[in-house]
């Protein structure tokens, strides 16, 4: 089984940064990518940025990256708009577009 945690959600407004972080516990080696999805209110849940030892994918203007040995993954978010309020989740998972752990997800809401 594996645990994850997301931190680092809050408001801004629109043009500021945010950092959300995520860590991984439990069964670590069963974890080969990990990602960042968001759901905002009435719309289907998306996929925002991956990560795995092949390489990353990011949707727009943010940046992942990965620590192996804190066991985290981290989002940074950058010139924020509006459009990016939602629940952002944390997924991880034996390969990209698989993932089988979902963290409980943190709010990022910004303001115009």
């Known amino acids: 089984q594996v645990v994850l945690v997301e931190s680092g959600g809050g408001s801004v407004q629109a043009g500021g940064s945010l950092r959300l972080s995520c860590g991984a516990s439990?069964?670590?080696?069963?974890?080969?990518?990990m990602a960042w999805y968001r759901q905002a209110p009435g719309k289907e849940r998306e996929l925002v940025a991956a990560?795995?030892s092949a390489g990353s994918f990011v949707k727009g203007r943010f940046t992942i990256s990965g620590d192996n040995v804190k066991n985290t993954v981290t989002l940074q978010m950058n010139s924020l708009k509006p459009e990016d309020t939602a629940m952002y989740f944390c997924?991880?998972?034996?390969?990209?577009?698989?993932?089988?752990?979902w963290g409980q997800g943190t709010q990022v809401t910004v303001s115009a």
């Open positions: 990560i795995s």
């Open positions: 997924a991880a998972g034996p390969a990209m577009g698989r993932y089988d752990y």
């Open positions: 439990g069964s670590i080696s069963m974890i080969h990518a």
